[in-house]
């Protein structure tokens, strides 16, 4: 299967997107370990990395794969891996040194049910482990949240440049039902990873001064001076990185805020008019770190509520009720262990919580 | 244009191969198509569908929630399904695998005997074609010659001598419908 052309429109599966995605980003080192709904990553990157003259590894465990994508990393090459909630879970060790190493990777998501060993349907309860940084220390991975198969695909290309410009992991969070689903692609993106310098890479020292990797600073105060540079490097990162789609946010009654599948979801209800006498505006955070907390407050101020709509039993929300300090109600409608919210449900809140508004206001 | 289908049968009488090949046909065609499998902890001899949406226009929920049409091949699945249909939509079952249906007073029901067409053509497992044949027939979704290429794609080297009972299947699903 050859997928170069890039005029050319492919049917893949999210997952078949995002490796093919990797690899067309010059991506040359894959590890992964097999779990439903992600194999499918596994799977194309086993028949197409050794065409493209890369390493694809099936490896003994999660921790063995997150551990690769740290010496190839170091090395200074482009490097992924992959897997599904619970294998993400056992890669947070890996993930909190290769912040701590400041590494540039990219590490993909695709949530299923949890907690625990769960089930394998779509869900968005990673989101606190993703974005608050899930393994020890005062780190972030910056995270990009897809919403159909081709931003899956561009969002990986973008994934890999945004890792080597901040030499930083990147983590892609989607889920089982973007990973399954099959949609048109085209893989337009440029490519260019030789853009990058990598002079720190470990990439032998013949000739010139050797570099050292590491996440150990044992002498006092030098661990404080480097989180202070990493703290500097999360701003300019936060200053300059927040991505989001913004949908007839003006002059809104009530503004949704939701990512990935769920925002495909609510997108339904704006676009297709469902909801006749209330006007439904949509922000959809692209990046979930860093997080469009600016645009959320700017619309706060406008709207008569905001609501969010997650697969999780309420994880965003605690970001949207931060940036929106009080200015508005902020209320959530989320369905958990692979129940997918429906655009009728969403209606539904949506009515409820304007016709509950205006029983209070015509009673005042 | 708009068009929200639901394929589901037995895993084994072809839904994902029709589905796969039906969006893979349409997108050639220009339009936009989103095609959601069920996928993973399905038993043997359980229900495998599959949710088609094909639109001129953006696609969003990939999950359909009232069908324009429903193609079931089997009982389990039709009992599965026939709660989403939504009023004037179609109903195309698989009538060799289900005798009794609800009576439906607002929806187009089309009885195909898909598998006993199949087999009569000598090829049980051509039944999801007999099935595409009958829905194109009154649907007029995809270009049979369009679907035809992507199953010849689909079907290289070892399995090129079934291409044949395939497009026979599709013409006598589409025959059963002219004569109907």
Known sequence: MTLTDKNKKYLLTGNEACAEAAIQAGCRFYYGYPITPQNEILTHMAIRMPQAGGTSIQVESELAAINMVHGSAAAGARAMTSSSSPGISLKQEGISYLAGSELPCVIVNVQRGGPGLGDISPSQADYFQAVKGGGHGDYHTIVLAPSSVQETADLVFDAFDLADRYRNPVMILGDAQLGQMMESVVFNKKCEPNSFKKDWALTGANGKKRNIIKSFYPVRGELEKFNAKLQAKYSLIKSKEVRYEEINTENADIVIVAYGTCARICKEVLMKNKTPNIKVGLLRPITLWPYPSQIIQEISEKVRAILTVEMSAGQMVEDVRLSVSGRCPVHFYGRTGGGIPSPKEIIRKITEIISVKEEITSAT | ?180
């Open chain 2, 1 to 180: 244009m708009s068009e929200k289908v639901i394929l589901a049968g037995l895993g084994g009488q072809g839904m994902m191969l029709l589905g796969r090949l039906i969006a893979q046909a349409v997108m050639l065609e220009g339009k936009n198509v989103t095609f959601f499998p069920s996928y993973g902890t399905e038993v043997r001899g359980g229900t495998a569908y599959y949710h088609l949406t094909v639109s001129d226009e953006e696609i969003f929920s990939p999950v359909i929630e009232e069908a324009d049409a429903l193609i079931m091949m089997n009982f389990p699945s039709y009992l599965k399904f026939k709660d989403l249909l939504k009023p004037d939509s179609m109903l195309f079952i698989n009538s060799s695998m289900i005798d009794k249906i609800d009576n439906e007073t607002n929806i187009d029901v089309f009885r195909i005997p898909a598998t006993k067409i199949a087999n009569d053509i000598g090829n049980v497992v051509a039944s999801n074609m007999v099935m595409l044949g009958a829905y194109n027939q009154v649907k007029n979704l995809v270009s049979i010659p369009i679907f035809l290429s992507c199953l010849k794609n689909v079907l290289k080297g070892r399995k090129e001598p079934f291409f044949e009972v395939n497009k026979l299947a599709i013409e006598r699903g589409a025959d059963f419908i002219k004569n109907f």
